[in-house]
Nanobody
Framework: QVQLVESGGGLVQAGGSLRLSCAAS????????MGWLRQAPGKEREFVAA????????TYADSVKGRFTISRDNAKNTVYLEMNSLKPEDTAVYYCGSAVRWSVRSRDFGSWGQGTQVTVSS
């Protein structure tokens, strides 16, 4: 397994941008598919984006498609989430997780970090 630490969250106005980072420890990072998920107050954790172990495949939730970009640097054991054109409904705690198989289901991701808060003001 990998241990994950998310960072880069903050307060931003609607229409703004943020870049989240997820640093992983462990030699096996490059063998895992990675994902970003988020949880808003009173809501279940939901899938946002995923990237394959090689970085060759990505997929996004419809709600963020065209605005968010997931990427990874296996040499740095880091996965990123570039978020543009942010909306108030993007406000949530964002988590990264690892997955053995390719999935868009929140429950298939594990090894969560502490999360990073993203707040988008209107």
């Amino acid at each position: 397994q990998v241990q994950l630490v998310e960072s880069g969250g903050g307060l931003v106005q609607a229409g703004g941008s943020l870049r989240l980072s997820c640093a992983a420890s462990g030699r096996t990072f490059s063998t895992y598919n990675m994902g970003w998920l988020r949880q808003a107050p009173g809501k279940e954790r939901e899938f946002v984006a995923a990237i394959s172990w090689s970085g060759g495949s990505t997929t996004y939730a419809d709600s963020v498609k065209g605005r968010f970009t997931i990427s990874r640097d296996n040499a740095k054991n880091t996965v990123y989430l570039e978020m543009n054109s942010l909306k108030p409904e993007d406000t949530a705690v964002y988590y990264c997780g690892s997955a053995v198989r390719w999935s868009v289901r929140s429950r298939d991701f594990g090894s969560w970090g502490q999360g990073t808060q993203v707040t988008v003001s209107s």
